[in-house]
């Protein structure tokens, strides 16, 4: 019986559409990208290329220079082979070994069933992978870095060795960016924090209750936390706290949203309501505070179709948070500061220091047992004091909430990337931009984390600059990506490496 055929067959850049698909056939969310590692060297052992891995997996190949052109300095392409691991609620999906189920629609645009797509950045890998195995001509040394664990820090950037792996050039293109005809020439830096809430268990009372918010928007935290998508964990506390005023109830789990760089778009949280005669009342009066929060006027349409279950459960459970806990917990709901902090004084429309409070989660022990509910949140701004005053912040929120600073550690710090005023490759992709396609990109800096900055710092100074094809709905299982716009940037991304190679012909 012969192999289905590719969805993507039939589409241009084939190539690149090829590689896509079969990067999309291999699990390949952050921490697990030893197997597309494995696939990436394997293509380069295949062609006789260069090839350094190192003990993360980040992978780094070398393509010499077309006859002629050695002299031209060498280009870096550069972009991750991890991806977000999001799915519908009803999704079976096993991001640890299915593949995605690719689709595609009318007006070209793919996106995978139930699930994020991984274009960001799958798409940078397949295009690095069709260069190097049909470059254009001529061409200057290409070199490529597949880098791992962007997603959940930049972990794979701070981990490569340039000197290790033999890397020379200083001009790079970095394919990590989601809007055609943009041309980003800076980003924020960030850092993730982590507060745990130790629980002090004890036996429960009442009648287990659990609530539910499901259905919000979700998105990225750093491009998109202006767009007002409302965050499902912070509504989850706000719920929480007006229930507080009237209901007597413990905490026993609380989960919500799945990565601290993504907006969560749901929350679980089962209570102990000691009033046990009183859980139809407390059931209406959850369903009440969820509609107050729909009616508001500020709340994106994305959001409102948002659902909010209530279940009485038949059995109570054996164990709940106790009131400090519980206190604990909601304080933190109420008071950590979530969303855009401040924007920048300098560049209109720009944020300049954010907050995302991604995960809530309660650890449990062997028994299953409660131990602690765990924060996870990403802080994001070019200003290293910025950063400063947010780790001081949540070391007091953390002190003032359960007693002890030391529970707000913090982790992944990455710095900035600064505009430079002066880029020869920026001039050269805008110039070659306009002959290709009439087109002059849009300049900008973003409020998102980029490799850049680490790399700039591990390579010395480098011209840089960061593209991609259109890209909507990244981190959710809305994502899409157009295939028309992937073959418009693959086209001027080749036509860049020309020229840069010294040619006057595109």
Same mark, same amino acid.
């Given at each position: 019986? @012969?192999d289905p ?5 039939g *589409?241009?850049p084939?190539s690149v559409?090829?590689f896509f698909e ?5 699990p390949?969310? @952050? ?7 494995? *696939?990436v060297?394997q293509f ?7 090839c ?8 780094f ?6 006859i =002629? *052109?050695?002299?031209?300095?060498a ?12 799915k519908?609620a #009803? ?9 995605l ?6 007006e070209?645009w793919?996106s995978?069933?139930?699930t994020?797509?991984?274009g960001d950045d799958g798409?940078?890998? /397949?295009?690095?992978?069709?260069i190097?195995d049909s470059p254009?001509?001529p061409?200057p /040394? ?7 664990s962007e997603?959940?820090g930049? %972990? ?12 020379t /050039?200083?001009t790079?293109i970095?394919?990590?960016?989601e ?9 924020s =830096? ?5 507060i745990?809430v130790?629980?002090t ?8 209750v ?8 979700g ?5 998109e ?6 965050n499902?964990?912070k509504a989850m506390g706000?719920?929480l706290?007006?229930?507080n %005023?009237?209901? #007597?109830?413990?905490?026993i789990?609380v989960?919500?949203?799945?990565k601290d ?11 102990d309501?000691? #009033? ?7 059931a209406?009066?959850v369903k009440a505070?969820a509609e107050k ?9 994305a ?5 909010c279950t ?5 059995e109570?459970?054996a ?7 519980t206190?604990?917990?909601l304080?933190?709901l ?9 924007m920048?004084a300098h560049v209109k429309g720009?944020?300049?220091?954010s ?6 989660k309660?650890i449990?022990? =062997?028994e299953?047992?409660?131990?602690a ?16 005053d947010s780790?001081?912040?949540?070391e007091?929120? /953390?002190?003032a909430?359960t007693?002890? =600073? %030391?529970?707000?550690a913090?982790r992944?710090?990455y ?12 001039d ?7 002959r290709?396609y009439?087109m002059?990109p849009?300049?900008?800096v ?9 790399l ?5 100074e480098?011209d840089?600059?960061?593209v991609?094809?259109?890209m909507?709905d ?8 157009s295939i028309p716009?992937v073959e418009r940037?693959?086209?001027?991304v080749?036509?860049?490496l ?5 040619s006057e012909s595109l």
């Amino acid at each position: 019986m @012969s192999d289905p055929t590719p969805i993507l067959s039939g *589409y241009e850049p084939a190539s690149v559409l090829s590689f896509f698909e079969d990067i999309c056939a291999i699990p390949h969310v @952050s921490g697990d990208e030893r197997a597309i590692a494995d *696939y990436v060297e394997q293509f380069a052992k295949n062609r006789c290329l260069s090839c350094y891995r190192d003990s993360v997996h980040n992978v780094f190949i070398k393509l010499p220079a077309s006859i =002629g *052109y050695e002299s031209a300095p060498a280009v870096m392409l550069q972009g991750h082979t991890d991806m977000v691991g999001e799915k519908t609620a #009803d999704s079976d999906h096993d991001f640890a070994t299915d593949g995605l189920r690719l689709k595609v629609d009318a007006e070209g645009w793919i996106s995978a069933t139930d699930t994020t797509l991984g274009g960001d950045d799958g798409i940078a890998v /397949a295009m690095m992978l069709a260069i190097l195995d049909s470059p254009p001509e001529p061409h200057p /040394a290409i070199e490529c870095l597949f880098t791992v664990s962007e997603e959940t820090g930049l %972990e794979g950037a701070w981990a490569f060795d340039p000197a290790a792996a033999g890397a020379t /050039a200083r001009t790079m293109i970095n394919l990590d960016s989601e809007a055609e005809g943009v041309l980003t020439a800076g980003c924020s =830096g960030g850092m993730r924090t982590d507060i745990t809430v130790p629980v002090t268990g004890e036996p429960a009372e009442g009648v287990a209750v659990t609530l539910t918010l499901d259905g919000f928007s979700g998105g990225h935290s750093g491009v998109e936390i202006h767009e007002g998508h409302t965050n499902a964990v912070k509504a989850m506390g706000r719920i929480l706290l007006a229930l507080n %005023e009237k209901y #007597d109830f413990g905490l026993i789990l609380v989960s919500g949203g799945g990565k601290d760089n993504a907006i969560p778009r749901d929350c679980t949280v089962t209570v102990d309501l000691r #009033d046990t005669a009183r859980a139809e009342d407390f059931a209406r009066d959850v369903k009440a505070e969820a509609e107050k929060l729909r009616s508001e006027p500020n709340m994106i349409s994305a959001d409102k179709a948002f659902t909010c279950t209530v279940k009485i459960l038949p059995e109570t459970s054996a164990l709940s948070m106790d009131d400090k806990t519980t206190h604990a917990v909601l304080s933190l709901l109420t008071l950590v500061r979530d969303g855009v902090l401040s924007m920048s004084a300098h560049v209109k429309g720009l944020v300049a220091h954010s907050r995302n409070l991604g995960i809530i989660k309660t650890i449990t022990d =062997g028994e299953g047992k409660p131990t602690a509910v765990k924060f996870s949140m990403s802080t994001r701004s070019a200003s290293g004091s910025h950063l400063d005053d947010s780790e001081r912040e949540l070391e007091m929120l /953390a002190l003032a909430c359960t007693g002890d =600073g %030391e529970n707000a550690a913090h982790r992944a710090r990455y710095p900035g990337w600064d505009y430079a005023p002066v880029s020869p490759l920026r001039d050269l992709w805008t110039a070659v931009s306009e002959r290709l396609y009439g087109m002059t990109p849009k300049v900008e800096v973003i409020h998102a984390g980029l490799e850049c900055g680490i790399l700039c710092d591990k390579l010395g100074e480098m011209d840089i600059i960061s593209v991609g094809p259109d890209m909507k709905d990244i981190h959710t299982p809305r994502e899409m990506l157009s295939i028309p716009s992937v073959e418009r940037t693959y086209r001027l991304v080749c036509a860049v490496l020309t020229e840069l190679a010294g040619s006057e012909s595109l």
